[in-house]
C-alpha cells in the first residue's frame, strides 16, 4: 500500500542528523560502503525505491491473540530530496495491491479479492507527502494523503532514518516508518474493527 513508500520520507527531515559511524563487515568490495546516521552524507537528487530492499508489511489483531502479518511485494516509489531545505522534499509511492502474501494457505487470494482489498478493481494504495517535520536528530513524521480502494484520507507515518551514504554504484538512504489506518475509513469488511498497523522497510538509491 503507497503507504509504504510514503513513510520513507520521514528521514529527509532529518537535516541535521548526528553521525554515527557504521560498523561495517570486512571485505568488503571496492566501491562498496556501509550507512551512516547522517542523512546530509546523501546529495539533494531524485530517489528512486529500491525494489529488491523493501518491505511493506500490514498487521491486524488476530482475535487478539497475535497479529496477522500481510507483506506487500510489489512497491515503487519516488523521493525528490533536498537537503538545504528538507521541508520541500517530496515523495510518492504506490504498492500493488494484489501482491499480498501471508502465511496462511489460500488466504492471500481471499484479501486481494472481492471480500477486501477489490484488487481487480482498485489494483494500487498510494501515498503522496505533504510535508516533512524533523522531530529528533534520526527521526521525522511525514504528512501525506494515502489512498487504498478509491478512498483518500489524511495519514502520518513516524519515520526513523536507518542509514544514508555512498551506498554502491550511488548514494542511497535507508528509512523505516509506521503508521497505522481505521479499516472502516477505506471501506474494508465491518468485521475489522482494530486499527492496522503499518511498517515500511525501505531504501532508497539516487538516480542518474
Same mark, same amino acid.
Given at each position: 500500500?503507497?503507504?509504504?513508500?510514503?513513510?520513507?520520507?520521514l528521514?529527509?527531515?532529518?537535516?541535521?542528523?548526528q553521525?554515527?559511524?557504521?560498523?561495517?563487515p570486512?571485505?568488503?568490495?571496492p566501491?562498496?560502503?556501509c550507512g551512516?546516521?547522517?542523512?546530509?552524507a546523501?546529495?539533494?537528487?531524485?530517489?528512486?525505491?529500491d525494489?529488491d530492499?523493501?518491505?511493506?508489511?500490514?498487521?491486524?489483531?488476530?482475535?487478539?491473540?497475535?497479529?496477522?502479518?500481510?507483506?506487500?511485494d510489489?512497491?515503487?516509489?519516488?523521493?525528490?530530496w533536498?537537503?538545504?531545505? *528538507?521541508?520541500r522534499s517530496? $515523495?510518492s #509511492?504506490?504498492?500493488?495491491?494484489?501482491?499480498?502474501?501471508?502465511n496462511? &494457505?489460500? @488466504? !492471500?487470494k481471499?484479501?486481494?479479492?472481492?471480500g477486501?482489498l477489490?484488487?481487480?478493481?482498485?489494483?494500487?494504495?498510494s501515498?503522496?507527502s505533504?510535508?516533512?517535520?524533523?522531530?529528533?536528530?534520526?527521526h521525522a513524521?511525514?504528512?501525506?494523503?494515502?489512498?487504498l480502494?478509491g478512498?483518500?484520507?489524511?495519514?502520518?507515518?513516524?519515520?526513523?532514518l536507518?542509514?544514508?551514504?555512498k551506498g554502491?554504484?550511488?548514494?542511497?538512504?535507508?528509512?523505516?516508518?509506521?503508521?497505522?489506518i481505521? *479499516?472502516?475509513?477505506?471501506? $474494508?469488511? #465491518?468485521?475489522?474493527?482494530d486499527?492496522i498497523?503499518?511498517?515500511i522497510? &525501505?531504501? @532508497? !538509491?539516487?538516480?542518474?
Amino acid at each position: 500500500m503507497k503507504i509504504v513508500l510514503a513513510a520513507s520520507a520521514l528521514l529527509f527531515g532529518l537535516a541535521a542528523a548526528q553521525t554515527a559511524g557504521a560498523v561495517c563487515p570486512p571485505g568488503l568490495p571496492p566501491g562498496v560502503y556501509c550507512g551512516s546516521k547522517d542523512v546530509s552524507a546523501v546529495p539533494a537528487g531524485t530517489y528512486g525505491l529500491d525494489p529488491d530492499h523493501v518491505a511493506v508489511i500490514a498487521r491486524y489483531s488476530h482475535l487478539g491473540y497475535s497479529y496477522s502479518i500481510f507483506r506487500f511485494d510489489k512497491v515503487a516509489g519516488t523521493l525528490v530530496w533536498d537537503p538545504a531545505a *528538507p521541508a520541500r522534499s517530496s $515523495l510518492s #509511492a504506490n504498492v500493488e495491491t494484489a501482491s499480498v502474501a501471508t502465511n496462511v &494457505a489460500g @488466504f !492471500a487470494k481471499d484479501i486481494a479479492g472481492v471480500g477486501f482489498l477489490k484488487s481487480a478493481d482498485f489494483p494500487k494504495a498510494s501515498f503522496v507527502s505533504t510535508a516533512f517535520r524533523r522531530t529528533g536528530p534520526t527521526h521525522a513524521q511525514v504528512d501525506g494523503n494515502f489512498t487504498l480502494m478509491g478512498k483518500t484520507r489524511p495519514l502520518t507515518f513516524e519515520v526513523e532514518l536507518i542509514g544514508a551514504g555512498k551506498g554502491f554504484g550511488a548514494p542511497r538512504m535507508g528509512i523505516e516508518a509506521k503508521a497505522s489506518i481505521l *479499516p472502516t475509513d477505506f471501506g $474494508l469488511p #465491518a468485521m475489522m474493527n482494530d486499527p492496522i498497523d503499518l511498517v515500511i522497510d &525501505a531504501e @532508497f !538509491a539516487k538516480k542518474g
